[in-house]
């Protein structure tokens, strides 16, 4: 993410517990805080946006992440947080046929320690003390494990049907919820 936002204008700061992850990282961010969030030492009240990209499902207690992230962000900051859907199609599917594989990544990520629906990821993010402003599916990524090669059309055709389930039954079509928030007034 680092890489993408990089700029001079905007010193972005990363928390990162794995060590060799956290070393490449430095070259983007200005600091990376190479620990779990729950032991970085962060700064106080300073940061406008605060992002949790795939982070709070992999935490002890993502109540208290997100409370400790909102000590060091500004009264009016902007969280952006994506979680997993459990809810999704292919998990219902899987758990009815008495699955619950274990990946390497994606919602059955084998370092998940919890898992969301869009009720229970507003919930933890309302208990966090946060006002959700938006909230939005997003389709499996298909499009990066599309085998070089395959037909083009296809991979078109699987993701223009994935938009018309987002739209139709987000709940079941998301796999994953991205959600902006701000600080409730109720501190």
Same mark, same amino acid.
């Given at each position: 993410m680092?890489?993408?936002?990089r700029a001079d204008w905007m010193p972005i700061d990363a928390v990162e517990p794995h060590p060799?992850?956290?070393?490449?990282?430095?070259?983007?961010?200005?600091t990376v805080y190479?620990? +779990? #969030?729950?032991?970085?030492e962060l700064p106080s009240r300073r940061y406008p946006v605060v992002v949790c990209a795939d982070v709070l499902e992999h935490t002890l207690d993502p109540?208290?992440?997100?409370?400790?992230?909102?000590?060091?962000?500004?009264?009016?900051?902007?969280?952006?947080?994506?979680? @997993?859907?459990?809810?999704h199609i292919a998990a219902r599917l899987m758990l009815l046929a008495g699955r619950f594989p274990q990946?390497?990544?994606g919602i059955f990520d084998r370092t998940h320690l919890h898992f969301y629906t869009r009720e229970t990821a507003?919930?933890?993010?309302?208990?966090?003390?946060?006002? #959700?402003v938006l909230a939005r599916p997003t389709p499996v990524? #298909?499009?990066?494990?599309? @085998?070089?090669g395959?037909? +083009?059309?296809?991979?078109?055709?699987?993701?223009?049907a994935q938009r018309a389930g987002l739209l139709l039954a987000p709940t079941l079509s998301a796999f994953q919820w991205i959600m902006v928030a701000r600080p409730n007034d109720e501190r």
């Amino acid at each position: 993410m680092g890489q993408l936002l990089r700029a001079d204008w905007m010193p972005i700061d990363a928390v990162e517990p794995h060590p060799l992850w956290a070393e490449h990282a430095r070259a983007y961010y200005r600091t990376v805080y190479a620990s +779990p #969030i729950e032991a970085a030492e962060l700064p106080s009240r300073r940061y406008p946006v605060v992002v949790c990209a795939d982070v709070l499902e992999h935490t002890l207690d993502p109540t208290a992440v997100l409370a400790r992230l909102r000590e060091t962000a500004t009264e009016d900051a902007t969280f952006i947080i994506s979680l @997993p859907n459990i809810a999704h199609i292919a998990a219902r599917l899987m758990l009815l046929a008495g699955r619950f594989p274990q990946m390497d990544r994606g919602i059955f990520d084998r370092t998940h320690l919890h898992f969301y629906t869009r009720e229970t990821a507003t919930a933890l993010l309302r208990g966090a003390g946060l006002q #959700i402003v938006l909230a939005r599916p997003t389709p499996v990524p #298909i499009e990066q494990i599309w @085998p070089a090669g395959a037909s +083009p059309a296809i991979l078109r055709a699987i993701m223009h049907a994935q938009r018309a389930g987002l739209l139709l039954a987000p709940t079941l079509s998301a796999f994953q919820w991205i959600m902006v928030a701000r600080p409730n007034d109720e501190r």
